[in-house]
C-alpha cells in the first residue's frame, strides 16, 4: 500500500481537530519541551526567531516558517528574547473513509522545518482558523477548510530545498531591518554568490530579498502603529526612511490603510 503524503491528507482524509487553533504570543522566558507528543499538529511562526529541536535535529525559526509534527515526536524550542515569537498553533487527528484514525507508519509526511512557498500565506490561514467558533458546525467547516488549505501549502512547499544559507541571511534582514541592506551583503552573509542568493532567497520566501525587505519594514510599521504611540516620522527613521512621504506611500500600497485611520481603529 503506498503512503500517503500531505496532499492525501488535504484532499482525502478525515480530520478532527482536537483542540481549538491557538496563537500563542510567547514571554521572553519561554521556552517549550515536549518528550512525545500526543497528536498530528501544526506549529507556523508568525512573528520573532529561535530554534527548534524535532527528534535530535535542530532548525531556525522565523517568520513563515512551518512544521507538521507527529504523535510520538519530541520537540524542544526556545526564543529570541529580544524577538520574541508569536506561534499559531492548530491539533488534530488524521481519520480514514471509515472513520479509524490512520497508523502513523501508513504515512509519509515531511520533517523539519517547512517555508511555504507564500508566507504571508500562513498568517492568513492563521487568522481565518483563529477567527470562528468551532462550536458552530458552519463555522467548523470554515476551520477545517483553513486546516486543509495549511496542508496544501505544506506539501507544496515540502517539495522544495529548505535553504539555511538563505535564511542567515533573512535572520539578518530581520533582526536589523531598518538597515539599508544591499543584495551584495545579505549574499556574503549567506555564502552565495548574488545571482545564487536572489534565486535560493525568492524559493525561500516567495519574494526577491529588497522586496521582501519592504514587506519586513511594513509588517513592523503595522505593529508599531497598531502597540506604540511612536510618530510617524519615528517609525521611519528606525525602519530606515529618511523620507516620510515615500514611506506613507509604501505602508499604505502594502497594507491598504494610512497610518492615521489604522491608529483610529486599532481593531484593524
Known sequence: MPLKDPLWLAEKAKLRLTASPLLYHCEPIW?????????????????????????????????????????RDAIEASQNPLNPLSIFVTRFEILDTDNEIVPNEQLELPRGAIRPMAPSSLENLANLSLSWNAENPTQQGIQNHALRMLLLLIADASHGEFDERALKAL?????????????????RIAGLSSSQFSRVFHRLTGEPPIQHLITLRMSKAKKMFLETSLSIEEIAESLGYSNVSFFEQQFIQRTGHDPESLRRNRAI
Open 31 to 71: 521556552s517549550w519541551k515536549a518528550e512525545s507528543l500526543e497528536n498530528y499538529a501544526i506549529w507556523g511562526v508568525l512573528e520573532g526567531s529561535g530554534k527548534l529541536t524535532l527528534n535530535g535535529k535542530t532548525s531556525s525559526l522565523s517568520p513563515g516558517v512551518c512544521f507538521l509534527f507527529q504523535p
Open 171 to 187: 535572520n539578518a534582514m530581520e533582526a536589523d531591518s531598518g538597515r539599508k541592506w544591499t543584495v551584495e551583503e545579505l549574499s
